[in-house]
């Protein structure tokens, strides 16, 4: 398999250097390292990849609370949760009251894997996911949108005949799936088929990894293909709009579509970030789009290869800027960002929108370990419109990048520097983001930022693990956890620990806040909700019969809470 991979890519990096000019042929040169025994054994042995429950409104409504903007739109049914962390500033705060705290996700049906409904309390409703879903619940216009795999088909055209056994199985495909907001039944689903290059830049039955962002009549993702898509969010009922030959796009090389039904995906247009930027994405595509007027800024996942050492497309960009209407490129970075001895493994945080002095800025924590602020202007470089850079800090401290004799620490150990995932969070005019790694990498030594808008740390808080989780700030305390376990409340002035609390199971999510009270799922299947204070202290932990490595969502009076196969819908009927 994974020599066939090698020479497909090289077969497109040819096309591409053909296409395109001198930088950009440069951008695509795969540099491909032979694959040893150990390499490939080292690769197996990943476990599926964090930023996946990474996720993403109005440049205006930046510091507006999700009610305000519901208000602001004339809402009745309250507000919805559009895009990671509800605003575009990212404070993981939910603006809404009375969340549940007693409720039960009962037991499956022996056998199935549904929920026996008899067994549940305070449930609405629970709808069956693939076998792996990372990409957390966003809420808008009466639907609900997430992220999984196709390991339980809804459409029977997705499943294929296994050439060895002859048997009908499920298509390995990234599904975004849409549900009715009051049943949970399912409306429409875009069933994406893989790239085909295995672990190395779409990981099998990873599905869809991202959070989905809604504005209006449309959705915009990231998909495992590296490319960008704006779907539809009514679907196919309205008619067809934007691309018209959906089943052409829904074609594998193994299963012909010969025609898209009422339940599939209505695509407006994609942009494919390999072909034109030339990324090479580590692992899977992930990051949430933030919506800025006309303006989408995308995380491209750009990276490190199976090696974790090779750097394929050095030159390509960490962030892009798309036109939402057409799909069209407007500009990427050209801050050097997967450049060698810059990048440590890949780009997969979101992009943040702060504003001071009635000037906005792009928040970007980057893959280089370094936080990143821009401006909403371009500047000319060749062919190349460059996002304007005006700032840039460093997220570790010095003793994490060097040791006491002033030698460079490499990645991934203990003490060594790590790259950002959790997404910045922007809070009274400050940044506030941790660093982290894949979990693969294991738990290691992170520590937690403030950064002002002019880029100097106001406060690092080291006593921390790594944290790939976006944290939520209120009443001037910063609510974060950590990919050990521990969730801590810290002064947002000082960075002074107030207190911490051990869920003593490892953290892929982030901190939720409603109304007093904050919800954390962890890898035991734990949902833990605690006292949000100074003081932090157990309020309830609810046990799920899996896994919980989305973020929880509440919005409109429900609260969504998603295991790798299920996702329960809690609150009053
Ligand atoms: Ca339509
Ligand atoms: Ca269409």
Redesign the pocket.
């Known amino acids: 398999m994974l020599p066939n991979d090698a020479a497909k890519v090289s077969v497109s990096a040819e096309k591409k250097l053909q296409r395109n000019g001198l930088r950009r042929a440069f951008r695509s040169k795969q540099s491909w390292i032979p694959m040893n025994r150990n390499f490939l054994l080292a690769a197996l042995t990943l476990t599926t990849v964090a930023g996946l429950w990474i996720t993403t409104r109005d440049t205006a409504a930046q510091v507006a609370t999700p009610a305000a903007q519901a208000t602001a739109a004339g809402k009745s049914s309250g507000p919805d949760w559009a895009m990671w962390a509800g605003t575009p500033g990212r404070n993981m705060v939910s603006a809404e009251k009375n969340p549940p705290i007693e409720f039960d996700p009962g037991k499956k049906l022996k056998g199935k894997d549904e929920v026996d409904l008899a067994t549940t309390k305070g449930l609405k409703w629970a709808t069956r996911l693939g076998s792996q879903a990372y990409g957390t619940v966003i809420v808008s216009d009466g639907k609900v949108l997430l992220g999984t795999n196709n390991e339980n088909p809804f459409d029977s055209k997705y499943q294929i005949k296994n050439k060895d056994t002859g048997k009908v199985v499920a298509e390995d495909r990234s599904v975004v799936l849409c549900l009715d907001e009051k049943t949970g039944q399912m409306i429409w689903q875009f069933a994406s088929p893989k790239l085909g290059t295995g672990k190395v830049s779409d990981w099998e039955y990873l599905g869809i990894c991202a959070t989905a962002t809604a504005e209006g009549k449309y959705v915009y993702i990231p998909t495992n293909r590296c490319e960008v898509v704006c779907l539809d969010i009514a679907g196919l009922k309205d008619g067809?709009?934007?691309?018209?030959d959906?089943a052409k796009y829904l074609s594998s090389p193994d299963n012909k579509i010969q025609a898209t039904g009422d339940t599939d995906a209505?695509?407006?247009w994609t942009f494919d970030m390999r072909e034109e930027c030339g990324v090479f994405p580590h692992n899977t595509t992930s990051s949430n789009i933030l919506i800025v007027g006309e303006k989408l800024y995308v995380t491209t996942s750009n990276g490190v290869d199976w090696t974790h050492t090779n750097i394929p497309a050095p030159e390509a960009p960490s962030l892009i800027c798309l036109d939402k209407k057409t799909g069209k490129l407007l500009g990427e970075d050209g801050s050097g960002i997967s450049q060698k001895d810059r990048m440590l493994h890949c780009s997969w945080s979101s992009p943040a929108l702060a504003k001071k002095d009635g000037k906005e800025q792009i928040i970007f924590a980057a893959g280089d370990g370094l936080v990143y602020g821009y401006d909403l202007t371009f500047k000319k470089d060749g062919e190349f419109d460059i996002i304007n850079e005006i700032w840039r800090v460093d997220a570790n401290p010095k003793e994490y990048r060097v040791d006491d004799t002033g030698k460079k620490r490499a990645y991934n150990t203990y003490e060594g520097p790590s790259e950002i995932i959790a997404t910045p969070v922007i809070y009274k005019d400050r940044v506030y983001v941790p660093v982290g790694q894949d979990p693969e990498h294991g738990e290691g030594k992170g520590c937690m930022n403030c950064i002002d808008l002019a880029g100097k740390i106001v406060w690092t808080f080291k006593e921390i693990n790594r944290s790939i989780s976006t944290p939520a700030i209120v009443d001037d305390i910063v609510y974060v956890a950590d990919y050990s376990g521990l969730i801590y409340a810290l002064d947002a002035s000082t960075g002074v620990l107030l207190s911490k609390y051990d869920t003593k199971g490892h953290i892929w999510g982030s901190t939720l806040y409603v109304d007093g009270k904050i919800y954390i799922g962890n890898e035991e299947g734990e949902l833990h909700i605690l006292k949000a204070a100074k003081q932090l202290e157990k309020v309830a932990v609810i046990d799920f019969p899996g896994s919980l490595f989305a973020t929880p969502v509440y919005a409109n009076g429900t609260l969504y809470i998603q295991t790798m196969s299920q996702l329960y819908a809690f609150g009053v009927k």
Do not use: P
């Not at 067809?240 to 018209?244: A, E, L, S, T, Y």
């Open positions: 067809n709009q934007g691309m018209q959906e209505d695509i407006i």
